[in-house]
């Protein structure tokens, strides 16, 4: 199976920040859309960024201005720089890899946030 490893989750309190990490083989890396979701208990899992081969990004709207996603192409990382957190970002964040109807997910890291 693919691995795609993520760390860096953890607790903090709102307004904090967290970084998160996701490493993925260079074979995957080289040319899937890289992102991350999340899934907070009893909802589904949604789409908090993407990042392509290039450099490309999209948000999703509630997170625009707080997270930054990246990729370090040669070290086959990418990163979400979470910053003013919210109690509502909680969740188990999934890094993922996407290309065409090809899909690899991490096994989830779990951010806390709370006062």
């Known amino acids: 199976q693919v691995q795609l490893v993520e760390s860096g989750g953890g607790l903090v309190q709102p307004g904090g920040s967290l970084r998160l990490s996701c490493a993925a083989p260079g074979s995957i890396f080289s040319i899937y859309v890289m992102g991350w979701y999340r899934q907070a208990p009893g909802k589904q899992r949604e789409l908090v960024a993407r990042?392509?081969?290039?450099?490309?990004?999209n948000y999703e709207d509630s997170v625009k201005g707080r997270f930054t996603i990246s990729r370090d192409n040669a070290k086959n990382m990418v990163h979400l720089q979470m910053n003013s957190l919210k109690p509502e970002d909680t969740a188990v964040y999934y890094c993922?890899?996407?290309?065409?109807?090809?899909?690899?997910w991490g096994q989830g890291t779990q951010v806390t946030v709370s006062s």
């Open positions: 990042i392509t081969r290039g450099g490309s990004t």
């Open positions: 993922s890899a996407e290309w065409g109807a090809s899909n690899y």
